[in-house]
């Protein structure tokens, strides 16, 4: 991987890393904890008690009615569920030898295809909270010749920095992003992580393709070498939800906000129009953009005045992107006319069941099955009952995961993947 000015953007953002673990690993070292706990769990195999002796994840793939119920009970039972907390003192006790953790866990340290190689990618993950969530997403995207920027929200707490620290720190191309900020949902600092990320990368590598931004919560459906193929065939081109703002959102772009005790609320004053008389377009914070989209956000005139105007509105991430893939002589973008609207079913950057949009199979109207899971704020964390319908889809990644809404859900599609991914390299 080539480096711009001789690397010494990605010497220093390493070094915080380096120093920033340093400090966290000393502010731990009087916590105790148990390591003589199996965390087997953690693996692939079914040996020394792990979950594939539980449960089967082929047949919980394919929909297998019997072993999703007994997935389903395995997931509310108090031992199983105690067995798969990993405590964040794990990860950093793990870390100190970076080859017997990246072995352990099985991480794929050499490029498996020519074709994988010479098409790297770009990640923003921006976490804060959940390191086992984050470990396992950063392992099932994980690819020597990608390169990954890791946001943690300023508020996260010590050990959860720490953990997610440790881990970056075993990684060459994992870096943490130079710049974090306190994360207010619904406001202007989600979207500046992401910017944040996306400098850093855009400055430190001048290799790779397509820029994907996912969250600790997020999955892929994808191997590497799928999404990688699906890159290709965008010819240039980005996905991502944007289409005509629904009335019931134009309150967000149209009144001020401000964030007030870690909050956001509006001030009761009405903004000015959008610059450029811009059409706001609506759309969702995850993206599938090439090289060039990035370089018209850091760089074009246009697109700043546009982030100044937005810093204010409500959800900004929810238009942003969506605005600027529709504004003339952005690279990949598409022209603002109402046919090149895209849904966020028909764009490949998240699959994301809406509660409103669910409903039984046989429905006319809904449009997507229901929930196995369970909801949070409309949107569905998904069950294993969901992953023989996510696969089937288009999208390189769905939106929510957690291990503690059910483990089994996140264990059998990864292990689903890696088995693909490694048969995919013979």
Not at 1 to 18: A, F, N, Y
Not at 279 to 301: F, K
Request: with cysteine; net charge positive.
């Amino acid at each position: 991987m080539r480096l711009l000015r001789r690397g010494q953007l990605s010497l220093l953002l390493k070094l915080t890393v380096v120093l920033g673990s340093v400090w966290m690993l000393s502010l731990l070292s009087d916590m105790k904890t148990d390591w003589s706990l199996n965390y087997s769990w953690l693996e692939y195999t079914d040996i020394d008690g792990g979950p594939e002796k539980e449960c089967n994840c082929s047949a919980i793939m394919r929909g297998n009615k019997a072993e999703l119920e007994k997935a389903k009970f395995l997931t509310i039972t108090k031992d199983f569920r105690k067995r798969v907390q990993i405590p964040d003192e794990y990860y950093i006790n793990a870390t100190k030898d970076c080859r017997k953790f990246k072995l352990s866990r099985k991480y794929i340290t050499f490029p498996l295809s020519e074709e994988e190689e010479e098409f790297p990618l770009a990640y923003s993950m921006v976490v804060h909270h959940k390191v086992q969530n984050f470990e396992r997403l950063l392992r099932a995207i994980y690819a020597p010749q990608n390169i990954y920027c890791v946001h943690v929200d300023k508020k996260t707490e010590a050990s959860a920095l720490a953990a997610i620290m440790a881990i970056i720190s075993c990684f060459p191309n994992v870096f943490l992003a130079s710049r974090p900020v306190s994360v207010v949902y619904a406001a202007w600092p989600r979207v500046q992580a992401d910017l944040n990320c996306m400098a850093d990368l855009y400055n430190v590598s001048t290799e790779w393709k397509y820029f994907i931004n996912v969250c600790g919560q997020d999955f892929p459906l994808k191997t590497n070498l799928e999404i990688v193929r699906t890159l290709r065939s965008l010819k240039g081109r980005n996905s991502m939800e944007s289409e005509k703002m629904p009335d019931g959102k134009i309150w967000r772009v149209t009144n001020a906000h401000r964030i007030v005790d870690g909050g956001i609320e509006g001030t009761g004053q009405k903004k000015t129009p959008p610059p450029f008389n811009l059409p706001i377009l609506s759309g969702n914070a995850y993206i599938v953009v090439s090289r060039g989209y990035i370089r018209s956000v850091l760089e074009d005139e246009r697109i700043q005045t546009l982030i100044e105007w937005a810093k204010d509105t409500y959800s900004p991430d929810e238009f942003l992107w969506a605005t600027i893939q529709r504004m003339p002589g952005v690279p990949g973008s598409t022209r603002p006319h109402r046919k090149y609207d895209m849904t966020d079913i028909n764009a490949i950057a998240r699959l994301v069941k809406w509660q409103w949009h669910a409903g039984p199979d046989d429905s006319l109207d809904a449009v997507y099955p229901q929930c196995h899971g369970n909801y949070v704020r409309g949107i569905c964390v998904y069950g294993a009952g969901d992953l023989q319908w996510m696969i089937a889809q288009h999208h390189l990644f769905a939106n929510k995961f957690d291990i503690n809404t059910d483990p089994i859900a996140i264990y059998c599609l990864e292990k689903y993947l890696r088995l693909k991914a490694l048969a995919e390299s013979y």
